[in-house]
């Protein structure tokens, strides 16, 4: 930098612009309900992890009943790990969850939507946050620049996300006869919706579409323009694909929970 005038010449963080929303929190010109959003967004965003959380780790252990039933497993464990050698009072989930939270706590969307909610920062567009928050560290400065590490979480997560088709796919056959069951149907709603939440990333879209000059110079220039284009037009509705995706994990796990604990049987026609 060199080249550029003493005064600008500075190590220092870059601090957030002026005059983008007033100073003090929750300052504002603004005249609607604007921290209805990011109370909402807190509140069932907390509610959907806390039992998260919950089911996984603790459900077996307090209640008794197994992630397991008629042949359907809960999307938060992976069968293959069932006989892994852990203590009886740790859940096998440990082994598999660290993948899912990883790449939503570094998702883009989900950043911003936990940014807003529980940092507040900002709480939303043109209103004050907290003085604190003005000169702008955040994905510069641990535990922040660990963000950074979500195309890797993406890699493991595109790895499970087949693991989880897979899964689906066994469901179809019990003892050498084919089922098509209600469980079967939640599940691949389920799994449909993560699929649709992970290729519509922002990182995949770059992955494939990125860092490329021309798109109809060669043949393979073109495929990814086309690969692109497509995972661009999913990545329109990422917010979408997030919340539905956290939303059908929860209801195939609690389903699959259900079933296990003799409350209701899986209805199901049978060829």
Known sequence: MTGWPASLRTTRPPLKPRGTAATGFGQTSRLDG??????????????????????????QQWFGTGYESDGYTSPFFAPFFRDAPLPTWLSPAILTLWIPIGFRVTCYYF???????????????????????????MEM????????????????????????????????????????????????????????????????????????DCFSCTRRDRTRHAAWKRLSGLNQR??????????????????????AAGVFTDPAIWF
């Open 141 to 212: 400065a641990f535990p922040f620049i660990l963000q950074n590490l979500h195309r890797f979480f993406l890699y493991v997560a595109i790895v499970l996300l087949v693991i989880h088709w897979i899964e689906i796919a066994g469901t179809f056959s019990v003892d050498g006869r084919l089922r098509l069951g209600l469980g079967t149907v939640i599940l691949l709603v389920d799994v449909a919706l993560l699929s649709g939440y992970v290729l519509s990333c922002h990182s995949l879209r770059h992955i494939v579409g990125g860092r490329l």
């Open 34 to 59: 604007w921290w209805v959003a990011p109370l909402g967004v807190g509140f069932w965003l907390a509610v959907l992890v806390i039992y998260s959380f919950f089911s996984a780790m603790l459900w």
């Open 238 to 259: 990422h917010m979408v694909w997030a919340w539905a995706s956290l939303i059908s994990v929860v209801v195939a796990d609690f389903y699959i929970h259900m079933l």
């Open 111 to 137: 950043r911003r939507a936990y940014y807003r909610a529980y940092l507040v920062d900002p709480p939303a567009c043109a209103v004050g946050e907290p003085a604190v928050h003005r000169r702008y560290r």
